[in-house]
């Protein structure tokens, strides 16, 4: 029996790994607090969350075997979880033959080791929330070990794992500059995903009049970014 903290599941997302078909999994809390976060029920207050037990997953897709792929794990953020009961869960979600993804904010390198190091996971997704420095503050709501951020980096690019990294561009808090700035520290990394900035139900009630860059302005950004990272795509615009 494992003791992970289930609290929300989309079923079916046909848009959380791209070109796979997945059970969604929300696991609750966060150690940011990142003003555009979209989950921050899930992490303020994660008891209006029903716990969903783990045989309904099992459940779930074992009844749709047929066209399912896998699970996406994600959150608030997976690796605050007792890593025991993190590793277990992913293990009986492997041994039913499913395919697992993995979101991070890259603030636990260790337990990315691990599971990289047990072949737990097949793909990860890890969120780079602005350029490795002292803006980066600002983007994650709090004090940020960037020591920890960029060892996550290094992890996955070494890891043979397929893997993305993703930024959120919000349009009040990141520009051009910014995004060459995160693509340089991931130079040569595998996948580069700007996401679209969604102003609603943001954490910081002042996001939410922000208007989100138009579709051009972000294909620019990904044209500055793509000397570094060949493979940088726009998601959601």
Partial sequence: MTNLEIRGLIETSFLDWDGKIVATIYVPRCNFRCPFCHNSGLIENPDHHEIIPLEKIEDLLLKHKDFMDGICLTGGEPTLHNKKGL???IKRIKNLGFLVKFDSNGTSPETLQDLIKQKLIDYI?????????QRYDKLSGVKTNLHKIKQSIEI???????????????????????????ARHIAGAEKFVLQQFVPEHTWA???RSVKAYERSKLEEMAQVAKPYVTKTLIRGA
């Fill in 87 to 89: 590793l277990e869960f």
């Fill in 125 to 133: 997704a890890m969120d780079i929330k602005g350029p490795l420095d």
């Fill in 156 to 182: 996955i690019m070494t890891s043979g794992l397929a893997y993305e990294f993703r930024t959120t561009v919000v349009a009040s808090l990141l520009d051009t500059g910014d995004i060459e700035d995160i």
């Fill in 205 to 207: 009630e002042s996001l």
